[in-house]
């Protein structure tokens, strides 16, 4: 199992910012996978999940109405659209899954236990 983050980067507050995930070794078909993040001094968070299954999403209520998550399934791939982007949203943004359920609520509220490495978030003012 592998989860290749790419997509981080520098952006204005206010900016966009698209990541992405490549899966590879499992199907997205029932998995849930999402995004984490890690922002200097605060504990570890989940930003969005969603249900390879249903596509359901779940979204941390920071992010709510600025991000969006999605799946290209044909790609095995999944997307996070973050738009309006705050200072506050800096940080190392890591894409899990977990490949034993498919609750995108679940994921985003427990620690996955599929990794893939950071891609750093930096938001100036």
């Not at 996070?80 to 899990?96: H, K």
């Amino acid at each position: 199992v592998q989860l290749q983050a790419s997509g981080g980067g520098l952006v204005q507050a206010g900016g966009s910012l698209r990541l992405s995930c490549q899966a590879s070794g499992f199907t997205l078909n029932r998995p849930a996978i999402g995004w984490f993040r890690q922002a200097p001094g605060k504990e570890r968070e989940g930003v969005s999940c969603v249900s390879s299954l249903n596509e359901i999403t779940d979204y941390s209520d920071s992010v709510k109405g600025r991000f969006t998550i999605s799946i290209d399934k044909a790609k095995n791939t999944v997307y996070l659209q973050m738009n309006n982007l705050r200072v506050e949203d800096t940080g190392l943004y890591y894409c899990a899954a977990d490949l034993n359920h498919s609750s995108s609520y679940a994921l985003c509220h427990s620690s996955p236990s599929n990794w893939g490495q950071g891609t750093l978030v930096t938001v100036s003012s």
